[in-house]
């Protein structure tokens, strides 16, 4: 009976989604945030309650998965209970609900999915499932209201670093994407190495202000001309750096290190986008996932859009990083792009990827 309500539900809102208002819960628990939101017609953010784990996290200089699952178990239903209460608004107003069911840590997504399918089937109302990374894209779609695809998307995260197209509401056509590492786990390693704490990207950002980007630790980039990128070569050199240093009893400039290696991780990633959006003819560059929150990024991809005519688009801070707005906007768009309905034997899926449709 659910299955053919719920998908005679997605239907209606579907087809009546020009006049009629949808409201979408959004839910996720990827990582070690636990996050629910309430958007409206994908672009207007009601509620986006957020409650952060890294405080847990950081005396252990990183995400503990068990630790991180059983505290998503802890605060799910305060967080749901706040983002109502904040968007004024009872469960019996929300039309779907929107699920993060991967990329992420097994046990942190199945508290959100498993949430979300339980109160989906409680109060008969469509599932959506959401892929994490085109949620990071999506909260663009809040931050800038006139943004429409198609446009080139950098997505710097965690577990992500690629240059896509995005073709459409669902679509994207891969350009570029990260042969090793991703620039955000480059960040946490080298913070780690550093001595400087979990997670590294901000302490990295903050540290390198100070510094000079006076050593050159990479001296050939191997995929200088494709838009593919590679992090593990810069991490090593960053280790094998100190590993010297520290065999000859010295001490590194602290603020020089993150300084250079960062103008290097950044660098590439300003290059190779900027270079895409001309090759693909885009004049909008859309930036997406926790890296877009680095100061240094922003700066630099600014005054290159404004060069090369290329208008930057980067979600503000607290869109930037894991919240649940981002997961509700993608809902929206699935919804209106008549896709990813779920049921209730939706599972969590650790490794997903963005699936990507073929050049064109
Ligand atoms: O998107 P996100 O919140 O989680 C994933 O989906 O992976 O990204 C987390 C990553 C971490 O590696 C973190 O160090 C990085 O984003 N990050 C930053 C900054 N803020 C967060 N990296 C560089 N500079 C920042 N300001
Ligand atoms: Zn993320």
Redesign the pocket.
């Known amino acids: 009976m659910y299955i053919i309500d719920a998908a005679e539900k997605f239907n209606n809102l579907y087809k009546n989604h020009k006049t009629k208002d949808i409201i979408v819960l959004g839910i996720e628990s990827s ?1 070690d945030e636990t996050s629910i939101a309430v958007v409206k017609n994908g672009r207007e953010v009601l509620s986006n309650v957020i409650a952060s784990q890294i405080e847990i996290h950081k005396r252990f200089g990183g995400v503990v998965p068990e630790v991180a699952s059983r505290n998503h178990l802890m605060a799910i239903d305060n967080v749901l209970n706040e983002a109502l209460l904040k968007a004024n608004i009872t469960l019996k107003d929300i039309d779907a609900i929107a699920v993060t069911y991967g990329a992420g840590l097994m046990g942190a997504l199945m508290v959100g999915v498993t949430y979300a399918k339980s109160l989906a089937f409680a109060l008969n109302i469509p599932l959506i499932k959401v892929n ?1 990374i085109k949620g ?1 894209i999506s909260a663009n779609y809040i931050a800038t209201p006139q943004l429409t695809p198609p446009y080139i998307a950098l997505i710097v ?3 992500h670093t690629a240059i896509v197209k995005v073709a459409d509401y669902v679509n994207n056509i891969l350009i570029g994407s990260t042969v090793d590492d991703a620039v ?2 480059a ?2 390693k080298v913070a780690k190495v550093l001595g400087l704490g979990y ?4 302490i ?2 903050k540290m390198a202000k100070t510094g000079k980007p006076s050593i050159k630790f990479v001296k050939h980039d191997m995929l200088k001309n494709s838009f593919n990128f590679s992090y593990s070569g810069l991490k090593t050199a960053v280790i094998n750096y100190l590993h010297n240093l520290s065999q000859h009893g010295e001490k590194p400039n602290v603020a020089d290190v993150c300084a250079s290696f960062q103008a290097e991780a950044v660098g590439a990633l300003v290059e190779k986008s900027i270079r895409a959006c001309k090759k693909f003819k885009s004049k909008t560059l859309v930036v997406a ?3 877009a ?3 240094y990024l922003r700066e630099q991809l600014k005054n290159s859009g404004e060069q090369n005519n290329i208008e930057v688009l980067f979600p503000p801070m607290v869109l930037c ?2 919240n649940a707005a981002m997961i509700a906007a993608e809902g929206y768009f699935n919804i209106i792009s008549n896709s990813g309905l779920a049921d209730t034997d939706l599972t969590a899926t650790p490794t997903l990827n963005l699936k990507y449709v073929a050049k064109k």
Request: hydrophobic share 10%; aromatic share 4%.
């Open positions: 990582c994490h990071h995260s965690g577990g955000g786990e960040y946490d997670p590294g990207g901000p990295i950002d996932g926790g890296v929150a680095n100061s990083t894991d």
